[in-house]
């Protein structure tokens, strides 16, 4: 569920909570709060590193050491052809935040810009430099009028740069629908969009750091002339090579895919597009931070109920693999895993670990469980820390059971609902803008038994204590055997006559 929450609402409910203090001790300075509050709001966006409304790339990760560069909205017939032909003899790549209705106007530039291995990003249909002013279906309109102009290309773009760089209370949640980030630049030279172009390559190399995303404009100038303005991008591209300053394209500078290509009917899902941006650090991070204390015991618990559940398998599911933190271990005590992710990234780190480890009885399959063919029947179904992000669990279970072959086993562990929980969740829609799903043993005993499982055991484990039930459930539940040939089920049995 979409849940983007930012840190524009701690900061309101902190100042609502100050209000209400200050009523009883001083009902003239109550109001403060609330006006500070809207003065940060009013001044936010005009900052646009600024992560108040929504979560905002405008650096490269610390691990690299070189700057992208990026060209705003275009594309134009008398500077992008000629720039494309720059970048070409540079050896450089780029990304270009094309806007809808320039994609539509020139589509032959467009197709350059692809064919010359640039990346295209969402610019608005319009570039209206009030967007931001209107309401979220006029902005969400924008965004994805675009997205529908730029898949004619056979692309998806993923990350949306908000025209003059200003965002909003409303941009995270419209990005979330269209599967998107929010990309805006640390190093501008100042051109007001190519109104000043003299001296801007020395401007830019004046002020360049290592990680910088360079703002510029490939538009012709409102003063001066073309070949003035690429004489400026090619000073400051030989200026940056000068000084050792490697120039990489942005998805290898951010470490997130910029642009899909392909046929889509539409990008990723919020979950594909964090979990797609996280796969290379997603192995460090499960075991160095916070995280670390929930997936060790999910580790413990996986290890203890292996050779109960998993060795001698046949064919095994394994849903929300991610890297195959749990399915190289399955892989080697059944004849088959199929491991499930919505995120291709993580899964083509799956499929080199399982290389590596000499392991080919892994087969990945792509997609929302939810929705896709799971490709049964299956000895055991498992999941760890992943059921949280399916939009209807029961309903779920009621498929996944038909999934199962008879007397085969479901295994997972998930979060169960508890005040820490509560914490996480609100921490985890902070960072992906998403609400997990929580749920408590009753609740999952009751779907379980709905969906016709049999031997449902259900119990909680991590930091259980007087006041805390704990903040995982670890389940195994079967389904019922085949019954005996030539027996009818009791539900089928004939009426009695009256």
């Known amino acids: ?48 590193r ?66 010359g ?84 390559a020395q401007r830019l190399l004046a002020k360049v750091r290592p990680r910088d995303i360079v703002l510029l404009h490939d538009v012709a100038p409102r003063q001066g002339d073309v070949a003035q303005l690429l004489n400026e991008f090619s000073t400051l591209i030989d200026g940056l090579k000068q000084r050792g300053v490697e120039i990489l394209p942005l998805a290898r500078l951010i470490g997130k895919e910029v642009m899909q290509s392909g046929p889509s009917e539409s990008g990723p899902n919020a ?43 046949g064919r095994v599911l394994e849903i929300g693999a991610g890297t195959g933190i749990f399915t190289m271990e399955i892989a080697r005590n059944c004849s088959e895993v199929v491991a499930a992710d919505i995120s291709g990234n993580m899964l083509a780190l799956l499929e080199k670990k399982a290389r590596a480890a000499g392991l080919d009885n892994i087969i990945v399959l792509k997609g929302n469980v939810e929705s896709m063919e799971l490709q049964g029947p299956f000895s055991v179904v498992c999941a760890f820390s992943a059921l949280e992000y399916l939009a209807d669990l029961p309903a779920f279970f009621r498929r996944l059971a038909r999934e199962v072959e008879p007397g085969g086993a479901v295994y997972f562990i998930t979060a169960r609902s508890s ?44 930091l259980k204590s007087l006041i805390s039930g704990g903040m995982l459930l670890e389940v195994v539940a079967r389904k019922g055997a085949a019954p005996a040939a030539g027996t009818a089920p009791a539900a089928s049995a004939a009426p009695a006559q009256g």
């Open 419 to 462: 005040l820490f929980r509560f914490f996480t969740q609100i921490g985890n829609a902070v960072r992906q803008g998403l609400w997990l799903k929580a749920h408590s043993r009753r609740e999952i005993e009751a779907m379980l038994t709905a969906a016709g499982f049999e031997q449902i055991a259900v119990c909680s484990h991590l």
């Open 271 to 313: 979950a594909e597009l964090f979990y797609n941006g996280l796969a290379e650090s997603y192995d460090e991070e499960q075991f160095t931070s916070a995280v670390s204390l929930s997936r060790s015991t999910e580790l413990r618990l996986f290890a203890a109920r292996c050779p109960e559940l998993f060795a001698g398998a």
């Open 1 to 48: 569920m979409i849940c983007p929450l930012s840190p524009s609402h701690f900061v309101a409910l902190g100042a609502f909570q100050l209000f209400a203090v200050l009523l009883f001790f001083n009902v003239n300075l109550a109001p403060l709060p609330l006006i500070v509050f809207v003065v940060i709001c009013c001044i936010s966006p005009l900052f646009p």
């Open 117 to 200: 291995g640039h990346a295209v990003g969402n610019h608005s249909y319009s570039h209206s430099p009030f967007l931001m002013l209107k309401g979220p279906a006029v902005l969400g309109r924008e965004v994805a009028s675009a997205q529908a102009v730029f898949r004619q290309f056979g692309i998806v773009p993923l990350a949306f740069r908000p025209p003059v760089g200003i965002t909003n209370s409303r941009l995270w949640r419209v990005l979330l629908e269209n599967g998107m980030f929010c990309v805006n630049f640390s190093l501008r030279g100042c051109d007001m969009g190519n109104r000043r172009v003299g001296n801007l």
């Open 50 to 115: 600024f992560s108040f409304f929504l979560p905002i790339v405008s650096r490269g990760e610390r691990r690299t050491n070189g700057v992208a560069l990026t060209f705003d909205d275009g594309p134009d017939p008398e500077v992008t052809p000629q720039l494309l032909e720059l970048l070409a003899r540079q050896g450089v790549t780029a990304t270009f935040f094309v806007t809808g209705e320039r994609a539509e106007r020139y589509p032959e530039i467009v197709r350059a810009i692809l064919s």
